[in-house]
């Protein structure tokens, strides 16, 4: 069993990152890195702007930090990632146990590094699943590692669903809001339930999606497909 979660957008800042540089690793999607970052010095200026969706200023920062990837300095991913649903996994403050189950079923989607486990340890960088065909470029690679699961419990967005193609073994599972009997999607309201969710599995072990009906938060609850959240 895997469970894949989204990257975020935002990263924090390490003080004393580790002197190893992420080139340096035996990270096993390498040559696939490489190549992302290959495809990034063929980008001109008048792309950054759009890829990176800032001003060309920073685009340009950014584009020169990923670049360089390979040789900057490491840190674990699920420290690295901030956002709203890792501020609710609040990986600190977890069990060890729970700790040792994220690291074990959990797969964090990326734009630059494919899918990353907790404890992976990869340099600060910014880029998107979306952008540069990169959903097509790790689509094939992603299907086949995980076709090798007995079974893919995926809480991405739809932007990183796009990075693979779902085979018989995955549930994928949806955040919902009815109102007034229509059901939209739970969309940013939805990452703290998911976080939450998230560190409902590790601490509880959970292995089963018979198992999800004992979480709810913030009024979501299991329907036996999804949850699902009724507003007045």
Do not use: C
Not at 53 to 75: C, F, M, P, V
Not at 146 to 170: F, S
Not at 187 to 192: E, I, L, T, V
């Amino acid at each position: 069993m895997v469970i894949l979660i989204p990257p975020s957008e935002g990263k924090a800042r390490i003080k004393k990152p580790i002197e190893k540089r992420f080139g340096e690793t035996d990270y096993f999607l390498m040559k696939e890195v490489k190549h992302v970052i290959r495809l990034l010095s063929l980008i001109g200026d008048e792309e950054l702007r759009s890829i990176y969706g800032t001003s060309l200023e920073k685009a340009r920062i950014y584009h020169r930090q990923n670049q360089d990837a390979l040789n900057s300095r490491i840190w674990f991913a699920i420290e690295r990632y901030t956002g709203v649903v890792y501020e609710h996994i609040n990986w600190l403050e977890m069990s060890d146990h729970a700790k040792e189950f994220m690291e074990k079923y959990v797969l964090i989607f990326s734009g630059l590094f494919g899918m990353v486990t907790p404890k992976t340890l990869i340099p600060d960088y910014k880029l998107k699943m979306n952008v540069l065909a990169l959903q097509h470029h790790w689509n094939p690679i992603l299907t086949d590692l995980l076709a090798e699961e007995d079974m893919v419990i995926d809480l991405l967005p739809q932007v990183h669903r796009k990075a693979y193609t779902a085979g018989p073994n995955v549930t994928a599972i949806e955040f919902s809001v009815i109102t007034k009997g229509k059901r939209t999607a739970a969309g940013h309201y939805g990452k703290a339930v998911k976080g939450e969710f998230i560190r409902y599995i590790a601490e509880n072990n959970i292995t089963s999606v018979d198992d999800f009906g004992g979480f709810s938060y913030d009024g979501f609850e299991w329907d036996g497909s999804m949850f699902i959240k009724l507003n007045s």
